[in-house]
């Protein structure tokens, strides 16, 4: 099961990938298993070297008690040391964005694909409009 953020490849460049862990408690994994989570609006910051997730929504669990989660907390993102430098000199130099692109299992674990991103224009979203256009009319002329 994948978690997709639709609008973060139609509003943002996506110039570079990186895999990160999710440090999460017992009931956010169950809520991401069942699917009720959003990525729309969140982003990644760097703080004192460390990686954090803000502004993921992800749903209370129903079968959870008192230890039931904050759904909107800062969640910490598990990447390289190396990693993290390479992405704040990035962030630092050309005013980048850290968007989440989807959230998936990986040998049963959580992981975030982050995307070091750029903010498109509104010319630039026009033209992205108009090639999915095109590509879905030239899909179905072909037949």
């Keep these: 099961m994948e978690i997709l953020n639709r609008k973060a490849r139609f ?14 408690k017992g009931t956010e994994i169950k809520s991401i298993r069942k699917g009720s989570v959003s990525l729309d609006d969140s982003y990644a910051r760097i703080k ?10 992800i749903a209370k669990y129903e079968e959870g008690n008192i230890f039931n989660h904050d759904e909107r907390r ?11 430098r390479k992405i704040d ?3 630092e130099l050309n005013h980048y964005t850290l968007i989440p692109l989807k959230i998936y299992f990986k040998k049963g674990k959580a992981k975030v694909l982050l995307g070091l991103c750029k903010g498109k224009k509104l010319y630039d979203k026009r033209e992205t409009i108009k090639k999915r256009d095109l590509d879905r ?3 179905y002329n072909i037949n």
Excluded: D
């Excluded at 943002?12 to 862990?21: D, K, P, R, S, V």
């Excluded at 800062?74 to 993290?84: G, Q, V």
């Design 48 to 57: 004192n070297g460390e990686v954090f997730l803000t502004n993921t929504y």
């Design 137 to 139: 009319e030239n899909r």
């Design 89 to 91: 000199k990035e962030i």
């Design 11 to 24: 509003n943002y460049f996506i110039l570079e990938e990186y895999e990160a862990g999710l440090e999460l």
């Design 74 to 84: 800062e969640r910490k993102l598990l990447l390289h040391k190396s990693e993290i």
